[in-house]
């Protein structure tokens, strides 16, 4: 058997939930809250849940069509070449690099430029796309988490 990109996510996002689902499970309840219907530990508990099983129906739905198609070259089309690789190292890099300037840049500059050269490692050239993709969302999602719901986003430390 060959993995594909749709295993290898399948799998990825499968390890993801049950450790999810584990931590979710450690989260402390108020003293009395044990025994009410709704917790802090239920929503966590149903995402959990609903990954975990999402995620097993792409792994299985992956497999019962490698079965179908094992004749074809298909797999040849699908299987990770280097490039594919080289990205997905870019974007965990660029995932560091964006935790480590999220306090000394602040939220936006940090986001924008988090957005930009994700775009830019996947392929987009377009300038026109990628600013409009990137800095009106962030500067939107900004004003809503700090404006309209009043939770704290870094201003960055260069700036103060």
Known sequence: ?????????A????????????????????????????TSQSMP????????????????LSVIED???????????????KAGWLKIAALIGLMLFYGATLEPLGFIVS????LIIGYLVM????PKTIFLASLPVVVVFWAIMTQALGIYLSSGSIWS
């Open 1 to 9: 058997m060959i993995i594909t990109r749709d295993k290898l996510g």
């Open 67 to 81: 079965i179908k198609n094992k004749a074809s070259q298909q797999h040849d089309q699908e299987a990770f070449d």
């Open 45 to 60: 508990k149903l995402y959990a849940l609903t990954s975990i099983i999402i995620s097993s129906l792409a792994l299985l």
């Open 123 to 126: 392929g987009e050239r377009s």
């Open 11 to 38: 799998l990825v996002f499968f390890i993801f939930s049950v450790c999810y689902g584990y931590y979710a499970t450690q989260i402390p309840l108020y003293p009395g809250e044990e025994y009410e219907p709704f």
């Open 111 to 114: 986001t924008t430029l988090f």
